[in-house]
């Protein structure tokens, strides 16, 4: 199984990347997808969730700003990022979870917002 995120890079306050988690070897349909993220000195933070059956679900702190999706034909999940702010530096981790299923993670990917 691979998951592999890309995307991620330098932009400045206010504006947009789109983040993609691509996962192989197993049934992709019927993962929930989630993005977390890690800044340094913080906590690994729960960002976004898709569920299998599409229902989203966002923390606080980026509602409105972040959107979620999955392509299922092309196994892959995306998350539409606008608006950033400085403390949405991170690194971003896409997690591919289905209960009895397995649990698995993408190395991550460097988000890095300037004034």
């Known amino acids: 199984v691979r998951v592999v995120e890309s995307g991620g890079e330098s932009v400045q306050s206010g504006g947009s990347l789109r983040l993609s988690c691509t996962v192989s070897?197993?049934?992709?349909?019927?993962?929930?997808i989630i993005w977390y993220r890690h800044a340094p000195a913080k906590q690994r933070e729960l960002v976004a969730t898709?569920?299998?059956?599409?229902?989203?679900e966002y923390v606080d702190s980026v509602k409105g700003r972040f959107t979620i999706s999955r392509d299922n034909d092309k196994n892959t999940a995306y998350l539409q990022m606008n608006s950033l702010k400085s403390e949405d530096t991170a690194v971003y981790y896409c997690?591919?979870?289905?209960?009895?299923?397995?649990?698995?993670w993408g190395q991550g990917t460097q988000v890095t917002v300037f004034s």
């Open positions: 997690n591919a979870y289905a209960s009895g299923r397995g649990n698995f």
């Open positions: 070897g197993v049934m992709f349909s019927i993962y929930d």
């Open positions: 898709i569920h299998s059956g599409g229902l989203r």
